[in-house]
Each structure stands twice: as structure tokens, then as C-alpha cells.
């Protein structure tokens, strides 16, 4: 969380995400369909995030300007640990800097007082919310952007024990001011793993034709039954950043009162799966809602 914009100290960007995972065992199972039957929209949310991002995530955060060029790297973690009913949380993030600089910040915050309607909310953050999909795949933004406000978003997507986090920031005129990525691991047992490459890419995009799962929480904390999904890539009106291993951030350079917009990130995880996360606006500047896909290419 925090920290990703030097701008916005008051703002805390954090969550994550998922697409395979282990199977759960009859315990986790049940825990699961009974939450799903007796839970708030809100207790949900709150869970299904903390299901799946306790833990010491490391890393480094890359910011880059609209037009592409690094600002700045470094390298983090973010420590998350619960209670064991995982009610009452502490996070701790750690930056380090090539120059030597070092930050640390702490926050402590629990589902009665951060678990909201309209999502989950940061103790460094009045404005901001939490959603998060049953899968990991989650957003942190702001429900109802306001007129002459900043505009900060934080998309994640993750695969068991690997995430990333794309956060855009737009300025108090609606002009795109900076990007970020995230790439984090926790623990040291995974398939795959982050590069150590920083500068953006040249242009390209997945091939073909994709099908899969779609997952989607609406503004309200409502979930639709998940469903099946044809997915392909398609040139529109939307600037694309070339971040490194394969991520593709999809925003507009700026947003305006009166149009309804996305912010996407798409993942090309390896040649047979791919991930896309989305934030949906009306015209009102009004959250819709959030969307996940997970897919393999069509045979």
C-alpha cells in the first residue's frame, strides 16, 4: 500500500489477486459455501481478501511517466499478518532505495471499523475502498470520483504466490499524471517469477481468441455468478503502456466529467493463460463495477 505516489501521502494503495491456486481442503470448502450463504456483501469483501494476501510480499515498485520513461524503482515488502480469525489486521511496508534511504510504515485497522458498504477502507485513507473478487484478484480506488480531486487506482492480479499491482494516478484536471508497477513473491517456492526489468516495452498485444471464467463485484459489494467468457484483443480509443513481463496497462490520458471510462491491466501469465482485471465508470464518474478474467487460448 502506500507510498507508490509521492503526491498523494495520504492515500494507501495496497491489495492483490489470484487465478490457480491449490485445491482447498473440506475444511476451507466449507468455510467458503457457508460465507457465501450468511455473510454481508461487506464481510465477504473483507474476507475474500485476506483469504488470500496475508504474508510477506517483496518486491520492487517502478514509476513511470505518462509518456513511458522511469521516474524511479526501488525495492519493498509489504507484511500483512491477522489474527486467527482474520478480523483484525497489521501491515507493515518497508522501501528501500538505491541511495540508501529506507521507509517504514505500520497501520493497523479490523472488519469492524473498516469493513464498508461500499468496500473495504485504510486507516491512511478516508476516500479510498477495497474490492476484492473470490479469487484474489482485487482494486483499490475511489466508489465516486469527486470534481477537482486526484484520482488514484490500484488494479491487482495473482497466480498462488506471484502478484502484481498496476497503479494510475490522475491529476486534479483529470490529465494522467503517473503509472506504476508492482511486482511481488511471497516465500520462495513458485513456478514462475518476476524479471529484473524496469523500462517498458516496445508495443504488442496477446493473439488470438481466449475463453475462460468471468468474475465480477459491482459497486454495491454484489457478486455476479461467475460465467464463461470469450475474450480477444481490440484496438480502441484507450493509451496502452508496455510494462515489463508481459502486463499491459489500458487507461485513458484523461478523464472527463461526463464520459464513462475504464482503467484495464491485462496479463499474459505464459502462452496458455492469460489474466485481465477492470474498473468500470459511468459518465457520473460512479464505480460500476470490477471484472476478472481468467482464460486459456481457444483450441
Known sequence: MVHWLAVLAPFALWLGAGFVE???SKPEAQELKQLNRSATHADRNWRAFWRHHLGDWRGSWTRYTPSGKVKETFASSRLFRADPAKSEIVQVNRYRYADG?????????????????????HPASDAMRGLALDNGAAAWLIPTLKPNKFAPFELFLKRGDIRHSVGVLYGKNGELLRTASIREKRGSQSDIDWTDT??????????????????????NLSRVPVQSSDWQWIDNHQTNHFLPD??????????????AFFIRVIWLVDDGELQTITAHYNSEFQLMAVTHHALTPES
Open 246 to 259: 508481459r502486463i499491459i496497462l489500458r487507461c485513458p490520458e484523461r478523464i472527463t466529467p461526463g464520459q
Open 22 to 24: 491449490p485445491a482447498r
Open 198 to 219: 524496469v523500462v517498458q516495452v516496445e508495443p504488442w498485444n496477446p493473439v488470438g481468441r481466449w475463453k475462460g471464467e468471468q468474475r465480477q463485484i459491482q459497486a
Open 101 to 121: 534511504r529506507s521507509i517504514e510504515k505500520t497501520w493497523a485497522f479490523n472488519i469492524k471499523d473498516h469493513s464498508q458498504a461500499d468496500g473495504f477502507a
